[in-house]
């Protein structure tokens, strides 16, 4: 009668997990600008349907990566959404955008896309908190980067910002990763190299206007643009989060620092009054 007992038992609790498990859902999103449809992951808690609305998160790939690339190589992230009842967006960035307005490539307007046409769709379509207060944006390399360019040069639409492993200041490579095929290169255009690396973009802060975490590992080829940028936030006397650690610019590193950048979401959500609800 026991062994019995205990068998329901435990097939009730892997029902009840499996139920309460976060949707993880492939959406197509049009772009206007761009003229085409994208692929966006969307993650929503098990608690979705209560009637409330929610915090969202817009995490963004790297370089060569797609809409999928977190949820198939760092898989177990999602679990978040329930942990922290929080929506999680994985746009599509394009192979190289750097999510930037590129002057060169009609097809690559990614910072229209990311920080307005995507997030008016999903505020249009999901339980969302329309407000900055509700809305953070991170992501892993080149996504890294996106992310603050994006939340520094949109402060009324993203209340908090994070990086991993982000190229955060683009001039140390002017023949890497596709760069110049958006911006033209950095001889013949050097002004819009510098107007659009991140580190140069730090005027645009006031202490406490942007909540901002910065994580790099130690063994990563952006580590010294990384110090370089905790240092000039320090400088300006801007608060931040910097974590370090021990890791390279690869998926075991970032597959651990997105719960560290989902925790810190979640402090920022918690701190701030809801005002949808």
Not at 105 to 121: G, H, I
Not at 184 to 191: C, D, F, N, R, S
Not at 245 to 266: E, K, S
Request: hydrophobic content about 40%; glycine content about 8%.
């Amino acid at each position: 009668m026991k062994r019995k007992t205990l068998l329901i038992f435990l097939i009730c609790a892997f029902i009840c997990r499996f139920v309460s498990a976060a949707t993880v859902d492939t959406i197509q999103v049009y772009s206007a600008i761009m003229k085409k449809n994208l692929k966006t992951v969307v993650v929503t808690p098990s608690q979705y349907d209560s009637g409330k609305t929610f915090p969202v998160v817009y995490l963004l790939h790297g370089y060569s990566g797609n809409y999928a690339d977190w949820v198939s190589k760092a898989k177990g992230f999602e679990k978040a959404a329930d942990t922290y009842n929080m929506i999680i967006v994985c746009p599509d960035g394009g192979y190289g955008s750097w999510y930037w307005d590129s002057p060169v490539d009609p097809q690559s307007q990614f910072e229209t896309y990311v920080s307005k046409e995507l997030v008016f769709f999903i505020d249009s379509k999901y339980k969302t908190i329309r407000d900055r207060t509700g809305r953070a944006i991170t992501g892993l390399s080149m996504g890294g980067h996106g992310a603050l360019y994006l939340a520094l040069k949109h402060q009324d639409v993203f209340g908090a910002a994070g990086s991993m492993s982000g190229g955060v200041d683009i001039r140390p490579f002017p023949n890497n990763w596709d760069m110049a095929k958006k911006l033209g290169t950095y001889a013949e255009q050097p002004e819009r190299w510098e107007k659009n690396t991140v580190i140069n973009m730090l005027h645009l802060l006031t202490p406490n206007s942007l909540s901002i975490m910065i994580d790099c590992g130690v063994d990563d080829f952006f580590y010294g643009v990384n110090q370089k940028l905790h240092e000039q936030l320090i400088y300006r006397n801007i608060p931040h989060d910097y974590l370090v650690r021990p890791g390279a610019h690869n998926w075991p590193y970032w597959t651990n620092a997105i719960q560290y950048q989902l925790l810190f979401m979640n402090n920022y959500f918690s701190r701030k009054p809801n005002p949808s609800n």
